[in-house]
């Protein structure tokens, strides 16, 4: 059971490329969550899927796309990369219930220059 | 509108002391959840606790404890004799009732603890 995987664990760019993030998880879990994470700004949402086939805005969603390509995938798509973009993004997804919880992947770092 | 604040940036404590987070939200919200993450130095989350508005009991598990106060609107969290593991960023979260889960993060708050 490797639960939230992500893909690449880190990646430099220069600015204006292009590229996407990938994100699988094993658990049947129906909402996941793409975050970013800068030094003292905790995580920030980026893009969410409540369920498979519809994605929403999170807090910051400038400059990203996302496609819930199935229910255990949920990529992230940069189309052109910018420095303000350097960041570790990290994929979560959501376990319902009583002990309702986020598992998140290993995370990817990110650098733009 | 909602916010978490994790006031202190940094905290360093000789191992086998005891040490409290300090964690303050806001929230218009009757209902709504309240986390703690760890994030140790290999970089991934690990969850900790969740714990709902309607639930003010203190929880225990361990050396960690957690003081959930309505009146001050803080969720603290104590390490007992603590560890060298235990050094990590320490997140705090608020999910409002409706936010479909979108989790407000506190900044976080580094611990390190020294042998």
């Known amino acids: 059971n490797a639960g939230v995987t992500q893909t690449p664990k880190f990646q430099v760019l220069k600015t204006g490329q292009s590229m996407t993030l990938q994100c699988a998880q094993d658990m049947n879990h129906n909402s996941m969550y793409w975050y970013r994470q800068d030094p003292g700004m905790g995580l920030r949402l980026i893009y969410y899927s409540a369920s498979e086939g519809t994605t929403d805005k999170g807090e910051v969603p400038n400059g990203y796309n996302v496609s819930r390509l199935n229910k255990r995938e949920f990529s992230l798509r940069l189309e052109s990369a910018a420095p303000s973009q350097t960041s570790v993004y990290f994929c979560a997804s959501r376990v319902m219930g009583v002990n309702e919880k986020l598992f998140f992947g290993s995370g990817t770092q990110l650098s733009v220059l | 509108a909602q916010k978490v604040t994790q006031a202190q940036t940094e905290i360093s404590v000789v191992e086998k002391e005891d040490v409290t987070l300090d964690c303050v939200y806001e929230?218009?919200?009757?209902?709504?959840?309240l986390f703690w993450y760890k994030q140790p130095p290999s970089g991934e989350l690990v969850f900790l606790i969740r714990?709902?508005?309607?639930d003010e009991q203190n929880e225990i598990s361990g050396r960690y404890s957690w003081n959930f106060q309505k009146s001050t609107s803080s969720f603290n969290f104590t390490i007992t004799a603590s560890q060298v593991v235990d050094s990590a960023v320490y997140f705090c979260a608020l999910s409002e009732s409706d936010s479909n889960y979108q989790l407000i993060w506190g900044a976080g708050t580094k611990l390190i603890i020294k042998p």
């Open positions: 714990r709902n508005s309607f």
């Open positions: 929230t218009r919200d009757t209902t709504y959840y």
